[in-house]
């Protein structure tokens, strides 16, 4: 029975955000329990905070971090939906994370705590002072999760490497982070 309320949830999820759920769908006739669990994830990973464009700007990053361009568009999509401005991402998507302003933020916040960078304790104390300790939880929240779908594809051979992200009626390149 858990299969089937599952797969319903999983197609619905598929259809509302035009996303291939197949290795989804797969672990789900596999292994239901870990199905459930799986969706749990989307719980953690969908805390947007007080501050949409710091949850976005935190979410793509890790999300790119992964390497997963359905994954990535995802994200986009649903950053667009909360209201996060196309300039926003666009300009994260460019590296011109100054231009991003509180996607931005996030997105370095997120690059920095996942590296190991020092640089997360500034931008830690940058995102609490403009935007609060639910505003850091969010971008924590998203930095550590967004990586896991990208990585859970790949591990399940269903990966797709980021290339360009559909944003309005514009393609974007996805600038890399330097090595």
């Known amino acids: 029975m858990i299969k089937l309320i599952l797969g319903k949830l999983l197609r619905n999820f598929g259809r509302s ?3 291939d759920i197949t290795y989804m769908l797969e672990v789900n006739d596999i292994w239901p329990g870990a199905a459930l669990r799986y969706l749990g994830l989307g719980a953690v ?3 947007k905070g007080p501050v949409p464009e710091v949850w976005a700007g935190a979410a793509l990053a890790s999300t ?11 994200i986009v999509e649903m950053a667009v939906k909360a209201g996060v401005s196309e300039a926003q991402i666009a300009a994260c998507l460019a590296r011109d ?3 991003a302003g509180p996607a931005g933020l996030g997105f370095r916040f997120a ?13 830690r104390d940058e995102i609490r002072a ?5 505003a850091v939880i969010a971008c924590a929240y998203a930095a550590a999760s967004g990586r896991a779908y990208p990585v859970m594809k790949r591990a399940l051979g269903h990966g797709m490497a980021c290339q360009k992200i559909a ?6 390149a996805i600038v890399k982070m330097p090595a």
């Open 45 to 47: 990973s969908q805390m």
């Open 130 to 134: 403009v935007h609060g300790e639910k």
């Open 167 to 172: 944003l309005g009626d514009r393609q974007l």
């Open 17 to 19: 955000h035009a996303y």
């Open 111 to 123: 690059e920095a705590a996942i590296s190991g960078d020092i640089q997360a304790d500034a931008l």
């Open 64 to 74: 790119l971090d992964g390497d997963c361009g359905p994954c990535a568009q995802l």
């Open 97 to 99: 994370l100054e231009a």
